[in-house]
């Protein structure tokens, strides 16, 4: 939402309010990003001739992503507020509660209650290279790489980015972010059986690899599970010719616990978290593979 005006005194306001009842899952398994080469065969047999399976080449399997992303909630307010008045502008102070209320100038409000299941699973993926040479070898004077390949599993019971931006010449607005999340439902995410591979195979009495680069560098596979996720920001400029909001800042505390705040400009996060929280990765492998004949594996190569 966005708020410009001349010689007026609006208000704005976001206010989102999402409820997950039921259960969120998200699953991506068994995907394959593979590169297989073979050197020439013989005749009309299946059995690797004397070439090279790559002689210089540049060969990659690189920046491939599998995701799993599950959220009971999501959600994404902005709200900017430019305004160029000649009045007093809104002067009522900014208060906000963890009940999802708030009262300012400019007001962007999140609350969000899940209370059920949410599990993301990213598994069994496959990102390979697989080189099978004759008795020449597999790969001469040429680039392998198999990097920067993400798999990632993420789970949220609740996840929010609220923004707020106030500029304003001669008014004194004032300006309340609020966010409020529950999250009562079991959070988790795998990521598991994962496999970054490159593999040169020469059969012959050659080199796997020679005078060649190989590389499986800068690969990742993660599992983030959150309760509550929020990011909340608040950019105030204000060039006043008013006295504008001058009180002390107020927290308001109840039973041990931050309730409220009052102030000119307030940032307001209550999270609530009362069941699991997991996360795991396991099982997963970053290999490179030189299967030699009777020479060697690699020969000037790094």
Do not use: K, W
């Not at 990102?127 to 680039?143: C, P, Y």
């Not at 198999?146 to 993420?154: I, K, Q």
């Not at 009180?247 to 041990?256: E, H, N, R, S």
């Amino acid at each position: 939402l966005t708020v410009a005006a001349t010689n007026s005194t609006p208000t704005a306001a976001i206010d989102n309010v999402q409820s997950n009842t039921n259960t969120v899952s998200a699953t991506a398994s068994t995907s394959s990003y593979t590169l297989a080469l073979t050197a020439p065969t013989t005749g009309d047999t299946d059995t690797p001739g004397a070439g090279y399976a790559a002689s210089g080449s540049s060969l990659s399997v690189d920046g491939n992503t599998t995701s799993a992303l599950a959220s009971g909630n999501s959600s994404t307010n902005a709200l900017t507020y430019t305004v160029d008045v000649a009045a007093a502008g809104y002067v009522l102070v900014a208060t906000t509660s963890t009940a999802g209320t708030a009262s300012a100038g400019a007001v962007a409000l999140n609350q969000q209650s899940n209370t059920a299941g949410v599990s993301a699973t990213a598994s069994s993926g496959t990102f390979s290279e697989v080189l099978r040479a004759g008795a020449t070898g597999s790969v001469l004077n040429s680039d392998v790489s198999l990097d920067n390949n993400t798999t990632s599993a993420d789970a949220f019971g609740n996840s929010g980015t609220n923004s707020l931006t106030v500029g304003a010449n001669d008014i004194s607005v004032t300006a309340a972010v609020t966010n409020v999340q529950s999250n009562t439902g079991a959070v988790s995410a795998a990521a598991s059986s994962n496999s970054y591979g490159l593999a040169l195979t020469e059969t012959g009495t050659g080199y796997a690899a020679n005078a060649s680069s190989l590389s499986v560098e800068g690969n990742t596979t993660s599992a983030l599970a959150r309760g509550n996720a929020a990011t909340n920001t608040l950019t105030y400029t204000v060039g006043v010719s008013y006295s504008g909001y001058t009180t002390d800042p107020a927290i308001t505390v109840a039973g041990g616990v931050i309730t409220g705040a009052t102030a000119g400009a307030v940032i307001l996060n209550a999270q609530e978290n009362t069941n699991t929280v997991g996360a795991v990765a396991s099982n997963n492998s970053y290999t490179v593979a030189l299967n030699a004949g009777g020479t060697g594996s690699a020969l000037n190569s790094q």
